[in-house]
């Protein structure tokens, strides 16, 4: 089951760089990189692979499944609140295993794991050349200028899509056990 007390450590930008993010604050701002400002909660891209807002595969979701042992479809990724679970326990999941390889979890490792899949980070330190290497450093450079702006607090920058802030944990928790009866 989903862990609620999140974990607040920060997320590097870079090496070179005191301005941090959390993984909280980072999964938040997905929706940003993801589809157009103002898109519906129904929005479907990639060819009809990819749902909601996070932009979510089926892949993502039976990660999500394995993970927590839960057994929810690929729709739920329609819900925003949802969606952050999903993006929050993934992510979590793998920045353990970077941790656990004495690692610090950056902005990068968390980009790459969430379009590229749960083996992406090891791309970080050990690109490859193939269109998959070169499909991470496009996505990285669409979400960085927004991550950017959120960090140094640009006044005018886009807020995240109302929904995606996840702030009753208990109702998310009788959603999902819902969900799996």
């Known amino acids: 089951m989903l862990c609620l007390a999140f974990t607040l450590a920060p997320l590097w930008l870079n ?3 005191q ?5 909280h604050e980072f999964v938040s701002l997905i929706p940003l990189w993801e589809v157009p400002h103002d898109s519906p909660p129904t929005i479907v891209g990639d060819k009809g692979r990819a749902y909601g807002l996070f932009q979510i595969h089926k892949i993502m979701v039976e990660d999500y499944n ?3 042992g839960s057994r929810v479809p ?8 949802f969606s952050f679970v999903i993006a929050y326990t993934v992510l979590e999941h793998y920045s353990k295993h970077i941790r656990e390889r004495g690692e610090e979890v950056s902005i990068f490792h968390l980009l790459f794991i969430w379009n590229g899949g749960g083996g992406a980070w090891k791309r970080v330190h050990n690109p ?7 499909n991470l450093i496009k996505y990285t450079q669409r979400a960085l200028p927004i991550i950017n702006n959120y960090i ?10 109302k929904g995606t802030q996840v702030k009753d944990w208990r109702a998310l ?3 999902e056990r819902i969900l799996q009866s």
Not at 128 to 134: A, G, L, P, S, T
Request: charged residues 45%.
């Open 15 to 17: 090496a070179n760089t």
């Open 19 to 23: 301005k941090e993010i959390s993984l």
């Open 66 to 68: 394995r993970i927590t």
């Open 74 to 81: 690929h729709s739920v990724a329609f819900d925003p609140r």
């Open 128 to 134: 490859k050349d193939d269109r998959k290497q070169n």
């Open 152 to 161: 140094n607090g640009k006044e005018k920058r886009r807020q995240p899509p």
């Open 173 to 175: 928790q009788e959603r």
